[in-house]
């Protein structure tokens, strides 16, 4: 069975209304893109994923439904794809970021530090850039950059060096033990630094705090008034570019604060519903242990 992380609190967030029209950025296993279209009656929902397996599954979930469409993209696109159906507003989008528990769990795409399987981490295994490439042709200083930058891992140098000495790397498991080599005993198993590099390289692979800060403007820019966006991130990176985003977009700018009539052009979009972000329940964790980093936040367009 595949849990969808905060399902009802993500898609009460949305207030879905029942002829609006909504996007599941994130299909994945249709978790939450199912509670949504419960709520629908005259309503539409647009559902992407850039896995083909998810677009697959969602098929079948929903052979019967005329009310939902799914599209085979990246949610870089969601702006340009939904233009190309005739939709320039919607009344809610949501994001899960998180990995799908089958792409964890099918041990031949590469994303898990525990099962062994050819480096890949590809969401759209369309492209040819894959983990591979990452670990056995980046140079020196942008494998750091990126295991500091996206794995925020402390020993990001020993690693990056124990990588470029002893590659070419092919499988999980033997980068799995290049990593072990090359950090202290005691560290590597209290700290797992396997799954922070592991973080780093399907961030870099998939380009996904990139997509993320270039999405979530076009995502505001589509709602209608009163629409509203569920974001669920799990990790500090993700959740920090979505909250600074929000930030800016829910202020007035520091030029034109204390004006008596403050000019349209700078006026906040949206507002924040949630100031701190929502967490999973102690219940939701004791179920599905991957959804306890995860936090939510929502925001409605003013």
Do not use: C, W
Request: proline residues 4%; aromatic residues 8%; charged residues 30%.
């Amino acid at each position: 069975m595949h849990v969808s992380v905060l399902l009802s609190e993500a898609v009460d967030g949305l207030n879905v209304q029942p002829n609006g029209t909504y996007v599941d950025a994130t299909l994945g296993y249709a978790g939450h893109s199912r509670e949504i279209q419960k709520r629908l009656k005259r309503g539409f929902l647009f559902a992407f994923d850039q896995d083909k397996l998810a677009i697959d599954n969602g098929k079948k979930v929903f052979a019967a439904s005329k009310n939902v469409t799914l599209i085979h993209s990246n949610f870089k696109n969601l702006k340009e794809e939904l233009n190309k159906k005739g939709i320039e507003k919607v009344d809610g989008i949501i994001f899960d970021l998180g990995l799908s528990s089958p792409q964890i769990d099918d041990a031949q795409r590469g994303f898990s530090f525990m099962k062994d399987a050819e480096l890949d981490m590809r969401m759209d295994t369309t492209k040819e850039f894959s983990a591979k490439t990452v670990v056995n042709e980046y140079e020196l200083e942008r494998l750091v950059d990126i295991f500091f930058k996206y794995g925020e891992e402390r020993y990001s140098k020993s690693i990056a060096k124990a990588i470029i000495k002893i590659r070419p790397i092919n499988t999980t498991l033997e980068l799995v033990e290049v990593i072990s080599n090359a950090v202290p005993t005691k560290y590597f198993l209290t700290h797992h630094p396997e799954r922070q590099i592991f973080q780093a390289i399907r961030i870099e692979v998939n380009d996904e705090l990139r997509i993320l800060e270039s999405v979530l403007p076009d995502a505001i820019d589509l709602l209608n008034t009163h629409g509203r966006i569920s974001v669920i991130t799990f990790h500090s990176l993700e959740d920090r570019i979505t909250k600074q985003i929000f930030k800016k977009y829910s202020e007035v700018p520091e030029i034109v604060k204390g004006l008596p009539n403050i000019p349209e052009e700078y006026k906040p979009k949206i507002k924040l519903i949630n100031k701190k972000p929502i967490t999973p329940s102690k219940e939701e964790i004791a179920i599905n242990s991957r959804s306890k980093s995860a936090k939510l936040r929502i925001i409605e367009r003013m």
